[in-house]
């Protein structure tokens, strides 16, 4: 039986909507931008399916659409990067505190993630926050699953001096 477009898009946002917000959350930390960055990525989705181009693994391709949604937003000039709010003294985990949908002590944890340098961030909160293995964070960033591996490794090293 043949699925529609539709029912096979609708079902990818039913299925991934949530993760897809709480990475861009993770990335950015602000509720409203993280919304729009989550509804960007499902109409550039959206639109990738409507010209008749196919998706062989959905999930993948979400994140990887939400992470050029990501990078597209933080090159625009009147964006800062996290990093740039991190150095000012802005805290991600500050906004998930007062999320209901985020608990104190995930909150703590994101709050450490945040503070983690590149390339270290991005894969930890790929692999621990959005529970995606090696194989599927290699495919979004565009790294083998080696390199991803050792980055894993060692950005849960740099996590765990920095928590004690």
């Known amino acids: 039986m043949n699925v529609s477009i539709e029912e096979r ?14 990475f861009c959350y993770a990335q950015i930390g602000q509720r409203e ?4 960055l989550m509804q ?27 992470r050029n949604a990501l990078i597209d937003y933080t090159r625009r000039p009147v964006a800062q990067s996290l990093d ?4 000012s003294g802005f805290d991600v985990a500050d906004n998930y505190a007062s999320d209901p949908h985020v608990s104190a002590q995930a909150a ?8 983690l340098e590149e390339p270290y961030r991005e894969v930890v909160a790929l692999r621990f926050v959005d529970d995606l293995m090696p194989r599927e964070i290699a495919r979004i960033i ?6 991803v591996s050792v980055r894993i490794t060692r950005g849960m090293q740099k996590l765990r001096e920095s928590m004690k």
């Open 108 to 115: 703590e944890v994101i709050r450490y993630i945040s503070k």
């Open 9 to 22: 898009f609708m079902s990818a946002y039913d299925q991934f909507a949530d993760p897809i917000f709480r």
């Open 84 to 87: 740039a709010l991190l150095a």
């Open 33 to 36: 931008v993280a919304l729009d």
């Open 40 to 66: 960007e990525t499902f109409s550039r989705v959206w639109k990738y399916l409507a010209d008749g181009h196919r998706i062989d693994e959905m999930r993948p391709f979400l994140y990887r659409t939400a």
């Open 142 to 147: 565009g790294e083998n699953e080696n390199t």
